[in-house]
Protein backbone atom coordinates (compact mmCIF):
# COMPACT_ATOMS: atom_id res chain seq x y z
CA UNK A 1 0.00 0.00 0.00
CA UNK A 2 0.79 3.75 0.15
CA UNK A 3 3.49 4.33 3.00
CA UNK A 4 5.90 7.23 3.23
CA UNK A 5 7.99 6.64 6.33
CA UNK A 6 11.20 8.24 7.74
CA UNK A 7 14.49 6.57 9.31
CA UNK A 8 14.95 8.76 12.18
CA UNK A 9 12.95 10.74 14.54
CA UNK A 10 15.15 13.39 15.34
CA UNK A 11 18.23 14.51 14.40
CA UNK A 12 20.55 17.10 16.13
CA UNK A 13 23.56 18.80 14.56
CA UNK A 14 25.77 21.88 14.99
CA UNK A 15 25.32 24.81 13.30
CA UNK A 16 27.21 25.48 10.29
CA UNK A 17 27.23 21.96 9.53
CA UNK A 18 25.33 20.35 6.56
CA UNK A 19 21.99 18.52 7.84
CA UNK A 20 20.92 14.84 5.66
CA UNK A 21 17.58 13.72 6.71
CA UNK A 22 16.09 10.45 4.79
CA UNK A 23 12.80 8.99 4.01
CA UNK A 24 11.65 5.80 2.46
CA UNK A 25 8.43 5.49 0.41
CA UNK A 26 7.02 2.25 -1.05
CA UNK A 27 5.06 3.61 -3.58
CA UNK A 28 6.59 3.01 -6.74
CA UNK A 29 3.95 5.12 -8.87
CA UNK A 30 4.16 8.54 -7.09
CA UNK A 31 4.94 11.06 -9.64
CA UNK A 32 6.42 13.83 -7.40
CA UNK A 33 7.98 13.79 -3.61
CA UNK A 34 8.27 16.55 -1.42
CA UNK A 35 10.10 17.69 1.58
CA UNK A 36 7.96 20.32 3.92
CA UNK A 37 9.34 22.15 6.73
CA UNK A 38 6.97 22.54 9.84
CA UNK A 39 7.84 24.88 12.78
CA UNK A 40 6.01 24.72 16.28
CA UNK A 41 2.72 26.30 16.33
CA UNK A 42 2.75 26.55 12.24
CA UNK A 43 1.31 24.36 9.09
CA UNK A 44 3.61 23.04 7.18
CA UNK A 45 5.65 24.71 4.17
CA UNK A 46 6.85 24.22 0.98
CA UNK A 47 10.38 23.16 0.96
CA UNK A 48 11.08 21.48 -2.55
CA UNK A 49 9.44 19.01 -4.67
CA UNK A 50 11.38 16.44 -7.09
CA UNK A 51 9.91 14.62 -10.10
CA UNK A 52 10.16 10.71 -10.20
CA UNK A 53 11.59 10.62 -13.43
CA UNK A 54 14.79 12.77 -11.74
CA UNK A 55 17.60 12.05 -9.41
CA UNK A 56 18.64 15.29 -8.42
CA UNK A 57 16.94 18.84 -7.58
CA UNK A 58 18.77 21.68 -5.95
CA UNK A 59 17.02 24.93 -4.23
CA UNK A 60 18.54 27.88 -2.23
CA UNK A 61 20.52 25.50 0.60
CA UNK A 62 18.89 22.38 0.39
CA UNK A 63 19.47 19.29 -2.17
CA UNK A 64 16.68 16.59 -2.02
CA UNK A 65 18.21 13.00 -3.59
CA UNK A 66 15.99 10.22 -5.13
CA UNK A 67 16.93 6.83 -5.48
CA UNK A 68 14.78 4.76 -6.97
CA UNK A 69 16.53 1.64 -7.11
CA UNK A 70 15.95 1.42 -3.02
CA UNK A 71 13.25 3.70 -2.81
CA UNK A 72 15.03 6.54 -0.76
CA UNK A 73 14.83 9.78 -0.72
CA UNK A 74 16.68 12.57 1.08
CA UNK A 75 16.97 16.27 1.43
CA UNK A 76 20.00 17.85 2.08
CA UNK A 77 21.10 21.55 3.98
CA UNK A 78 23.34 22.65 3.82
CA UNK A 79 25.23 25.09 6.23
CA UNK A 80 22.73 24.77 8.83
CA UNK A 81 21.22 27.72 10.64
CA UNK A 82 19.76 27.76 14.15
CA UNK A 83 16.25 28.82 11.89
CA UNK A 84 16.36 24.88 10.31
CA UNK A 85 15.16 23.49 13.52
CA UNK A 86 11.75 22.31 12.98
CA UNK A 87 10.39 18.99 11.95
CA UNK A 88 10.65 18.11 8.24
CA UNK A 89 8.11 15.92 6.79
CA UNK A 90 8.58 13.94 3.38
CA UNK A 91 5.18 13.23 1.13
CA UNK A 92 4.59 11.78 -1.89
CA UNK A 93 1.83 12.26 -5.18
CA UNK A 94 0.79 9.79 -6.85
CA UNK A 95 -1.85 11.48 -9.48
CA UNK A 96 -4.17 12.67 -7.36
CA UNK A 97 -5.18 15.64 -5.59
CA UNK A 98 -3.88 13.64 -2.24
CA UNK A 99 -0.56 14.36 -0.24
CA UNK A 100 0.40 11.69 1.72
CA UNK A 101 2.62 12.43 4.59
CA UNK A 102 5.35 11.15 6.57
CA UNK A 103 5.38 10.79 10.38
CA UNK A 104 8.05 13.77 10.54
CA UNK A 105 12.02 13.91 11.22
CA UNK A 106 12.86 16.33 14.23
CA UNK A 107 15.92 18.63 12.98
CA UNK A 108 17.97 20.45 16.28
CA UNK A 109 20.64 22.73 15.42
CA UNK A 110 23.08 23.19 18.00
CA UNK A 111 25.09 26.49 18.16
CA UNK B 1 -1.17 39.38 5.04
CA UNK B 2 -1.79 37.47 2.41
CA UNK B 3 -1.61 34.22 3.78
CA UNK B 4 -4.22 31.20 4.70
CA UNK B 5 -6.04 32.38 7.80
CA UNK B 6 -7.79 29.54 10.05
CA UNK B 7 -10.60 30.35 13.10
CA UNK B 8 -10.42 29.94 15.63
CA UNK B 9 -6.85 29.29 16.83
CA UNK B 10 -7.80 26.83 19.36
CA UNK B 11 -11.05 24.89 20.31
CA UNK B 12 -12.44 23.07 22.63
CA UNK B 13 -15.59 20.98 22.65
CA UNK B 14 -17.54 18.74 24.97
CA UNK B 15 -18.18 15.18 23.48
CA UNK B 16 -21.07 15.20 21.25
CA UNK B 17 -21.03 19.02 20.65
CA UNK B 18 -21.43 19.72 16.92
CA UNK B 19 -18.23 22.14 15.80
CA UNK B 20 -17.43 24.45 12.49
CA UNK B 21 -13.92 25.18 11.42
CA UNK B 22 -13.38 28.19 8.92
CA UNK B 23 -10.58 28.34 6.49
CA UNK B 24 -9.93 31.55 4.40
CA UNK B 25 -7.83 30.81 1.76
CA UNK B 26 -5.15 33.21 -0.24
CA UNK B 27 -7.11 34.96 -2.54
CA UNK B 28 -7.80 33.46 -6.23
CA UNK B 29 -6.03 30.20 -4.80
CA UNK B 30 -8.65 27.29 -6.99
CA UNK B 31 -7.58 24.24 -4.81
CA UNK B 32 -8.55 24.17 -1.54
CA UNK B 33 -7.24 20.91 0.95
CA UNK B 34 -7.99 20.18 4.12
CA UNK B 35 -6.13 17.90 6.35
CA UNK B 36 -5.83 16.00 10.18
CA UNK B 37 -2.71 16.39 12.16
CA UNK B 38 -2.37 14.16 15.16
CA UNK B 39 -0.06 14.97 17.47
CA UNK B 40 3.54 13.84 16.98
CA UNK B 41 2.05 12.50 13.42
CA UNK B 42 2.26 13.87 9.62
CA UNK B 43 -0.66 15.64 8.32
CA UNK B 44 -3.84 13.12 6.91
CA UNK B 45 -5.46 14.07 3.75
CA UNK B 46 -9.41 14.91 4.22
CA UNK B 47 -10.90 16.39 1.33
CA UNK B 48 -10.10 18.66 -1.73
CA UNK B 49 -12.10 21.47 -3.83
CA UNK B 50 -10.81 23.21 -6.93
CA UNK B 51 -13.43 25.95 -7.08
CA UNK B 52 -17.25 24.95 -5.04
CA UNK B 53 -16.96 21.35 -6.14
CA UNK B 54 -15.82 18.90 -3.62
CA UNK B 55 -13.53 16.20 -5.83
CA UNK B 56 -11.96 14.27 -3.38
CA UNK B 57 -13.73 13.54 0.41
CA UNK B 58 -11.98 10.11 0.65
CA UNK B 59 -10.12 10.94 3.45
CA UNK B 60 -12.92 12.13 5.92
CA UNK B 61 -13.27 9.75 8.77
CA UNK B 62 -16.95 9.04 9.13
CA UNK B 63 -20.24 10.98 8.07
CA UNK B 64 -19.53 13.07 10.77
CA UNK B 65 -17.53 15.21 9.16
CA UNK B 66 -18.64 17.61 6.25
CA UNK B 67 -16.70 20.12 4.62
CA UNK B 68 -18.33 22.63 2.12
CA UNK B 69 -16.98 25.99 0.02
CA UNK B 70 -20.19 27.09 -1.26
CA UNK B 71 -18.43 30.69 -2.84
CA UNK B 72 -15.26 28.80 -4.03
CA UNK B 73 -13.55 30.93 -1.60
CA UNK B 74 -14.07 30.68 2.42
CA UNK B 75 -14.29 26.70 3.53
CA UNK B 76 -16.04 25.31 6.41
CA UNK B 77 -15.29 21.92 8.00
CA UNK B 78 -17.83 20.51 10.10
CA UNK B 79 -17.88 18.04 12.97
CA UNK B 80 -20.99 16.59 14.30
CA UNK B 81 -21.15 14.53 17.90
CA UNK B 82 -17.19 15.21 18.60
CA UNK B 83 -16.07 12.62 19.95
CA UNK B 84 -12.12 12.11 21.72
CA UNK B 85 -10.26 10.52 18.64
CA UNK B 86 -11.33 13.74 16.61
CA UNK B 87 -8.90 15.82 18.96
CA UNK B 88 -6.50 17.25 16.61
CA UNK B 89 -5.11 19.90 14.44
CA UNK B 90 -6.85 20.49 11.03
CA UNK B 91 -5.08 22.15 8.81
CA UNK B 92 -6.02 23.95 5.69
CA UNK B 93 -4.20 24.30 2.88
CA UNK B 94 -4.68 26.56 -0.52
CA UNK B 95 -2.86 26.57 -4.34
CA UNK B 96 -3.26 28.51 -7.49
CA UNK B 97 -2.96 25.51 -9.28
CA UNK B 98 -5.04 21.94 -9.93
CA UNK B 99 -3.93 18.68 -11.61
CA UNK B 100 -1.25 16.51 -10.19
CA UNK B 101 1.73 18.65 -10.45
CA UNK B 102 0.03 20.72 -7.93
CA UNK B 103 2.66 19.62 -5.48
CA UNK B 104 3.32 23.76 -3.55
CA UNK B 105 0.21 24.25 -1.10
CA UNK B 106 0.14 27.24 1.77
CA UNK B 107 -0.94 25.97 4.54
CA UNK B 108 -2.72 27.66 7.67
CA UNK B 109 -1.41 28.04 11.43
CA UNK B 110 -4.36 25.60 11.85
CA UNK B 111 -7.25 24.86 14.62
CA UNK B 112 -6.21 22.41 17.46
CA UNK B 113 -9.34 21.22 18.42
CA UNK B 114 -9.41 19.34 21.97
CA UNK B 115 -12.61 17.23 22.84
CA UNK B 116 -13.08 16.63 26.61
Known amino acids: GESVGLHLPTLSVQEGDNSIINCAYS??????FIWYKQESGKGPQFIID?????DKRQGQRVTVLLNKTVKHLSLQIAATQPGDSAVYFC??????????FGAGTRLFVKA | GAGVSQSPRYKVAKRGQDVALRCDPI?????LFWYQQALGQGPEFLTY????????KSGLPSDRFFAERPEGSVSTLKIQRTQQEDSAVYLC??????????????FGQGTRLTVV
Open chain 1, 91 to 100: AEKSGGFKTI
Open chain 1, 50 to 54: IRSNM
Open chain 2, 93 to 106: ASSPYTGPENTEAF
Open chain 2, 27 to 31: SGHVS
Open chain 1, 27 to 32: NSASDY
Open chain 2, 49 to 56: FQNEAQLD
